[in-house]
């Protein structure tokens, strides 16, 4: 024997207020929706009907609840329809007797009516319907305990329509104030094509008298521009820096996207405000633009997407994609247009939301090719963007900490060599990403140690002239393993350029870490040096441009040249931002002493004390 499911209208009810509708005020909406597609099934039955919806707030002289009445001039209901559509929870009007102009129809589950019941006990509808021969007026009283009751009206209407009729609820009287009813009914129905009048205290304000700004006419691009801008201050309580317009035929979505003046998280998603076919949607959408569209807020009207049951999200499918990667279009043309005619724009945007824009360029690769030759980065030559670095350059070399930029910055820019630093959050992983996206893109890390290797070489006669500083510096420098070059390059105020090798600040970092530490630590960093491959010696390179280098090759005295050689190895170690080892330091101290010594025994020669 088989039985039919019991349906507890209050526990829908409640399912309702608690986990499908964000409030109750959807009531509002709910009703405005109900009026709008009424008014949109009468105009398919008679192209010429024009369409309106009045709301009124009736306020009683005794002091009791106030009555709101929603009314519309639309197709109506008859009485067969009336028990269809009304008393069945999940029954539609759109779905089966207009299912030839369903995509006209904003409403589509039968549950919408129920979130009234979150606001009153009873609800009262008076209907006349246009299909009807005898066009009766029919009353349809639901209760919240599940009852209901129809019957024709004593007090019929003069023309096809449908009035609804709300009792306020004591706990919900706040939703019955001219003030809240106005402010809802702006909130869901501003854009509605159909004029919605509101009627409180004897006077009717037309809440809908202009199209939203993206269909109207401007004389210039400007004033377009301006109106955008506006709308969206209005909308969201903020200055935004650009607007941009969007338009996807796919669920023929049209709207505005609205640059943000400040950088959030790039994991952060923005919500949208979205109406569907003119009604507010939701402020809360997710879905509708890329991930990587973080940059920008938007107000959307949306005519061919689905909506969810609680119609305050759309629903993930083929169309909605569709439509999201054509406003993700309309985005990327902003940007290419930006690049293109307004590159200062451009670099501004991205200066804004410049670590974010990064972030989101390392997860996702369309918008890693979108954005990275407009990226601007640091270089030995000056700030550029990568586009420009390549046009220059077919290698992009960069180095991965702030120190061996600092190394080398001043000679290779000398030498015209252009390096990046990618000491930044992200810059480096984006460069490293290059040749995987891009593979005709070569990048490679440089290393202190290879800047010597462009330098201009020296004569045979300058060899020769050098003979014993290169013997001198070499025994001096050995037990620190560290080799010996001379070269000439500019800036020729720098005497020398210490060249290290990728490996080598951690190489010197293990090794100051092992000499600060316990024995027993100490041994376990010495067994994870032994374990390490062998790396190329770091070299100390001797520019025979600068004048003091020139003038310490013709020194005689051995130990005073020795002595030379040891400082500049130290200031080169200094300059290089490299954390000093403990025989460097005693290296240092030394030659501090030496040199106060010998300046003292000069003193000594030349003067008494008095």
């Known amino acids: ?24 005020g959807v009531f509002v909406r709910e009703l405005l929706q109900n009026a709008t597609d009424a008014s949109r099934a009468r105009r398919n039955l008679e192209p010429a009907h024009q369409g309106e919806v009045r709301v009124e707030l009736i306020e009683k002289q005794d002091g009791g609840p106030p009555t709101l009445l929603f009314q519309d001039d639309g197709v109506g209901l008859t ?9 069945t929870i999940g029954e539609s009007s759109k779905r089966e007797a207009l299912e030839a102009h369903r995509g006209d129809f904003i409403g589509q589950f039968g549950i919408g009516l129920l979130s009234c019941f979150m606001v009153c006990d009873e609800l009262l509808v008076v209907t006349r319907s246009v299909k009807a021969e005898g066009r009766e007026t029919w009353e349809w009283r639901g209760r919240q305990d599940g009852t209901y009751s129809v019957r024709p009206s004593e007090h019929p209407l003069a023309r096809p329509g449908t009035q609804v009729f709300l009792i306020a609820r004591p706990d919900a009287a706040e939703y019955f104030t001219h003030e809240r009813v106005r402010q809802l009914a702006l909130h869901y129905g501003s854009l509605l094509p159909f004029p919605l009048q509101l009627t409180a205290h004897g006077r009717t304000e037309h809440l809908n008298p202009t199209p939203p700004p993206w269909r109207r006419a401007y004389e210039s691009a ?4 301006q109106a955008l801008l506006a709308h969206g201050r209005e909308v969201f309580g903020m200055d935004f820096v650009d607007c941009v317009p969007l338009r996807a035929e796919a669920g023929q979505v049209e709207g505005v996207a609205y640059v943000l003046p400040f950088s959030p998280h790039f994991q952060s998603r923005q919500t949208h405000r979205v109406y569907l076919k003119d009604m507010l949607l939701t402020e809360r959408a997710e879905n509708l633009l890329p991930q990587w569209a973080f940059f920008v807020r938007c107000v959307v009207n949306a005519q061919g997407l689905r909506p969810t049951a609680s119609r ?9 994609a569709s439509a999201r990667d054509a406003l993700g279009q309309c985005l990327r043309q902003y940007l290419v247009d930006l690049a293109t005619h307004e590159p200062r724009t451009l670099q501004r945007l991205i200066a804004l939301h410049g670590l974010s824009v990064k972030a989101l360029a390392l997860d996702d690769d369309d918008f890693y090719r979108l954005v990275i030759h407009w990226l601007p980065f640091e270089t030995t030559l000056g700030m550029m963007t990568l586009e420009h670095y ?15 930029f600092r190394q080398v910055s ?17 810059d480096a992983a984006l460069l490293e990403k290059l040749p995987r996206v891009l593979p005709n893109a070569r990048v490679e890390v440089f290393s202190a140690a290879q800047l010597p290797q462009g330098l201009e070489e020296l004569t045979a006669e300058e060899h020769e002239g050098v003979a014993r500083l290169r013997r001198i510096a070499e025994e001096a420098l050995e037990s620190f393993g560290c080799e010996v070059s001379l070269k000439k390059f500019l800036p020729a105020e720098v005497p020398t350029l210490y060249g290290d090798v990728e490996e080598g600040a951690f190489q010197r970092d293990l090794e100051r870490a092992r000499e600060e530490s316990d024995s027993l630590y100490a041994s376990l960093l010495e067994g994870t040096q032994d374990k390490a491959p062998p790396q190329e010696r770091p070299q100390l390179c001797f520019n025979l441009r600068n004048p003091v280098i020139r003038r310490l090759a013709r020194v005689r005295d051995t130990a005073q040249l020795r002595l030379s050689v040891e400082m500049l190895y130290v200031q080169a ?19 501090l002493l030496g040199l106060i010594e010998s300046r003292l025994g000069d003193d000594e020669d030349t003067g008494s004390l008095h």
């Open 1 to 24: 024997m088989d039985h039919r499911f019991q349906v507890n209208l209050r526990g829908v009810i409640d399912l309702l207020s608690h986990h499908l509708y964000s409030s109750p």
């Open 222 to 225: 400007a004033e377009r521009r």
């Open 573 to 591: 170690l200094l300059l290089g931002h490299r954390p000093l080892n403990a025989r460097e330091m005693a290296l240092l101290n030394r030659g």
């Open 390 to 404: 390549r046009q220059g350059s077919p290698t992009v070399r960069y180095v991965t900490t702030l120190d061996t």
């Open 410 to 426: 001043r000679v290779a820019a000398a030498q015209g060599l252009c390096i990046i630093n990618a000491a930044y959050t992200h």
């Open 312 to 320: 305050e999200a759309f629903y993930e499918d083929a169309t909605l």
């Open 79 to 87: 009485e067969e329809e009336l028990h269809r559509f009304l008393a």
